[in-house]
């Protein structure tokens, strides 16, 4: 069964904290994304990784940074974290399907974290 | 970049009712895809849409991608409690990095009783 897992489904952090957010996937793929979701805006892609140790700039990077050492693992990284990152994090993963017969994105549960 | 409008923002139904709602892109997409997001859930994978004009049914869900490949919808046919969630679409685009997708703000749809 297909599974996507973050780290923690709540987290409360101080302004200028640095915060690691986790994510395992346990289907080999290849691609893994971090989104932000707000309401009224809808998932918002920050950071993707096509490939272990790289990574390509979403629409929203600023204030973030990721890092992909393993196939399984893409961590986001909050540098100083502020209060208008409070939001919901959700990490999904896709396989790289030989002519693009199913982009499928798997999300993990989420985590909410809270900037005071 | 790529901009993806899905319309309305909200949506209420008597149980029973039809519901549609319409996503529209700034640019031409090489597929689109339908999310659904439970109340206090994680997005969830419905349906892809590849080919100009598509058609494809899924029970009481029908998909269409329109034949420009920049617009779609989703249409529920007499909705039922287990319908309520969120509804998002997702375009992938012609150019641009593999696998990226850009998701629409989403439908949130409550079904009442």
């Known amino acids: 069964d297909v599974k996507v897992t973050q780290s923690s489904r709540y987290l409360v952090k101080r302004t200028g904290e640095k915060v690691f957010l986790e994510c395992v996937q346990d289907m080999d793929h290849e691609n893994m994304f971090w989104y932000r979701q707000d309401p009224g805006l809808g998932l918002r892609l920050i950071y993707f990784?096509?490939?272990?140790?790289?990574?390509e700039k979403g629409d929203i990077p600023e204030g973030y940074s990721v890092s992909r050492e393993k196939k399984e693992r893409f961590s986001l990284i909050l540098e100083s974290a502020s209060t208008n990152q409070t939001s919901m994090y959700l990490c999904?993963?896709?396989?790289?399907?030989?002519?693009?017969?199913?982009?499928?994105?798997?999300f993990g549960p989420g985590t909410r974290l809270t900037v005071t | 970049g790529q901009q993806v409008m899905q319309i309305p923002q909200y949506q209420h139904v008597q149980e029973g009712e039809d519901f549609t709602t319409y996503c529209n892109s700034s640019t031409t997409l090489s597929n689109i895809q339908w999310y659904k997001q439970r109340p206090g859930g994680h997005p969830v994978f419905l349906i892809q849409l590849v080919k100009s004009g598509e058609v494809k049914k899924q029970k009481r869900l029908t998909f269409q991608f329109g034949e420009a490949k920049k617009n779609s919808s989703l249409h529920i046919t007499a909705t039922q409690t287990t319908d309520v969630g969120t509804y998002f679409c997702a375009g992938m685009p012609v150019r641009g990095s593999a696998r990226q997708l850009t998701f629409g703000s989403g439908t949130q749809l409550t079904v009442l009783p």
């Open positions: 999904a993963s896709s396989p790289n399907v030989p002519g693009g017969s199913s982009d499928e994105q798997y």
């Open positions: 990784s096509y490939d272990v140790k790289m990574k």
